[in-house]
């Protein structure tokens, strides 16, 4: 796992939505497993094997979960669906029951667990998280960080931007902090974590 770190406005989201081919890029390139992504579509590097979850406009709220999960798996066979949603859902039990209902009517939480669910239908080798706990009650964005945390060690590889930067980089492995849209300090997010300065002056955090 990545933690992404930084102040409002250095640049974490872009980041995300630049390796997802959602901006243009005009120096340096993206590559996954050692193929070159950038300039491609962001439809084709999906298929690559890369996941992307905003921090909003996840899912189609209008349509019901079943219906998330179904348009989520285009690139999924019919007689693969079956268990790939069995196993894209093994870690939400709870959305079972609320398969025919709209997702406009879920809570935040829920909504972040069909988001989610609806990224591991494809089973991608990489997945990336912008703020998955923003606006959801405490208990819950721990629920969904011990998931994400879950997921990294089942070898998924995870690029994370969360708001709690604290617990991101108790989660990472490796961290990055961007200030001002350049990196100011790459290494093992242990490291960050317990570096006074960077940690009180870009993050807030009081180091004891």
């Not at 992404?4 to 497993?33: E, F, H, Q, W």
């Not at 950038?38 to 079943?66: C, D, N």
């Not at 959305?95 to 709209?102: F, G, R, V």
């Not at 997010?189 to 009180?200: Q, S, V």
Request: hydrophobic content about 45%.
């Amino acid at each position: 796992m990545t933690a992404i770190v930084g102040p409002n406005g250095s640049g974490k989201s872009t980041l995300l939505k630049t390796i997802a081919g959602l901006t243009r890029i005009y120096s340096g390139t993206v590559t996954l497993d050692d193929k070159t992504i950038s300039g491609l579509p962001a439809h084709e590097i999906a298929r690559l094997g890369l996941a992307y979850l905003p921090q909003t406009e996840s899912t189609f709220t209008q349509l019901t979960v079943k219906e998330n999960f179904r348009m989520a798996a285009y690139t999924v066979s019919s007689s693969e669906y079956p268990s790939r949603l069995a196993e894209a859902t093994k870690h939400f039990p709870r959305l079972s029951a609320y398969m025919t209902s709209k997702v406009h009517n879920l809570s935040g939480g829920e909504r972040q667990m069909v988001a989610m669910a609806m990224a591991l239908i494809r089973r991608p080798k990489v997945i990336m998280f912008d703020e998955p706990t923003a606006n959801l009650a405490p208990i819950i964005a721990t629920q969904v960080l011990d998931t994400i945390s879950l997921l990294a060690k089942e070898n998924l590889a995870v690029v994370l931007v969360e708001q709690n930067a604290r617990k991101a980089l108790e989660m990472g492995d490796k961290a990055y902090l961007l200030v001002s849209g350049k990196k100011a300090f790459e290494g093992p997010a242990k490291d960050l974590l317990a570096h006074n300065e960077l940690a009180k002056l870009y993050l807030g955090l009081k180091i004891t």
